[in-house]
């Protein structure tokens, strides 16, 4: 074991510093307003960060564009200008016919093979800045040059920080018949060892679908262990009582969890919380700071949907959706496939500023991976392989523990199968 982990978390004052989440109370609207002013939020959100791209700080409404026909599409004259995507389709010929709009309207565009090949795949509700020239009638802006928000490396700084760990867990399960009982207690018992790196973790991080929960998906009841919610909800409160006391537990809510299927989802209910002798329930998606370290976790919902739309992702290498998000700078990036969206007044999907350790959760699959300065982390389930990943072919990565040392980011697994 490294030395690296040699110091002991309980010698050190923890804190745990919750600085975005959504409460038990949302303000969520079916209103067609609620929807519409929720897209402006965002917007006028991501489109900061193009602005922040050298290229487009002095960028124009599509209004001005398209009103100034002559200027934009006279030779050697480019407009740049910030929009969402409304539509994207392909052509026989490999080009994506797009249409755009901002809070001035809309706009038809067409993005050439050579320029998808350089910059990837755009897709409905992208918010991106889009660099190009007018057609002579004014009824397509070609596009040469596209900027998507992207992160902004973070500076280090002087900071220190304590030199304790974080351990990252999603996807328990209690209830399934699939369980991974012996590997959970390996699990539990290794947590109170004398393990070095294991009496280096300060901070337990569980990223949403704790229980199994019931009614999730069709015929369920027949794959459940203990068919009742709550008492799964309490015997998963009963297991978590043998994590040491000295360990903050920070969990969140996933879609088989006992809250709306809408994201962001609120913290988990009261009666939910009263099965549990501590932790800190939080919503789905949440930010917060372990030490001082800043960690985004969100359970992940929304990579079923970018696996269905983007080439870039994919089950098998999950972390590769987590990259989208960081680039698009939104964690739900599409709205209207599978994955369901509050329309709370202001969006809380976006990400504002880039975290130390971004993790997720939900594809029970497993990888730590550092992308530009951030640690991701996709976290492992306790979950056996369901009936519906036999039936596709896909091999979760269970029973896996992430450690990440919060002072110098060392990274480490340790796995229970």
Known sequence: ????????????????????????????????????????????????????????????????????????????ALGRTIVMVLEAKKTRKGYLRIVVEDTSGEMDAMVSPEVLERIGTIATDDVIGIEGQLSKDGGIFWVRHVVFPQMIKKDKGDEEYDPVSAAFISDIHRGADNFLDKEWNKMLDWLNSDDPMAQNIGYLVISGDIVDGVGVYPNQEQELDISDLYEQYQVTGTDLERVPDHMETIILPGNHDAVRLAEPQPVLSSEVQSHFNHGHFVGNPCRFKLSGKDVLSYHGKSIDDMVMNLKEASYENPENAMKQMLKRRHLAPQWGVKNQIASEPLDMLTIETTPDIFVTGHTHGHCMQKYQDVQLIVSSTWQGQTSFQKMVGFEPKPAIVSVVKLDDGEAATVNFS
């Open 1 to 76: 074991m490294s030395r690296k982990f040699s110091a002991k978390a309980k010698d050190y004052d923890l804190s745990v510093d919750i600085t975005k989440t959504v409460g038990a109370d949302t303000r969520a609207s079916e209103k067609v307003e609620a929807f519409r002013d929720l897209f402006l939020d965002r917007y006028k959100t991501i489109k900061r960060y193009v602005e922040t791209n050298y290229d487009f700080q002095d960028s124009v409404s599509i209004e001005k564009i398209v009103g100034n026909r002559e200027k934009y599409s006279s030779w050697g």
